[in-house]
């Protein structure tokens, strides 16, 4: 059954902070015996339109999709030294888990039904083909949820 506020019950990523991309990407591909995903970079403001805590940054991160598992992807995130809810986690807490990714629809209507509940946006943006939300979820639920919406 589907979760009323989000419209979904599928988690389909999990987001990891890192210092150094290169180094986790090759670690985590020889662990799992899988190859290297191409290392990659959030874009430019000008098409990524970021905001961080409701202010827009200039926040880019390397990023690595590892999508060789059946029921989910793990997403690698080396970030720079801009503000941005990537850098502030790896300022706090050092490498780790940092989000629960979902994919909505509608995604507007589901950050007003996450505001309901007192959870509210603390990073936006827009990447090619779709957009990005993450949710202040941590003191509700343990967690960052990030919600990704494609167009």
């Known amino acids: 059954m589907a979760n009323e506020i989000l419209g979904t019950d599928v988690v389909v990523q999990i987001g990891i902070i890192v210092n150094n991309i290169e180094k986790a990407a090759k670690e985590f591909a020889e662990f799992f015996a899988v190859d290297v995903p191409e290392i990659i970079e959030t874009e430019e403001f000008e098409k990524s339109h970021t905001e961080y805590k409701g202010e827009p940054t200039r926040a ?12 989910i992807e793990i997403e690698l995130i080396e970030p720079d030294s801009n503000p941005s809810t990537w850098r502030e986690f790896l300022d706090k807490h050092g490498e780790g888990i940092h989000h629960i990714g979902v994919f909505v629809k509608n995604m507007d209507q589901k950050i007003e039904n996450l505001k309901k509940v007192g959870i509210d946006v603390v990073q936006r943006g827009d990447y090619t083909g779709g957009r990005y939300a993450y949710m202040d979820s941590v003191e509700k639920l343990k967690f960052i949820l990030e919600l990704l919406e494609n167009y």
């Open 60 to 71: 880019r991160a390397k990023l690595a999709f590892f999508r060789n598992f059946k029921n």
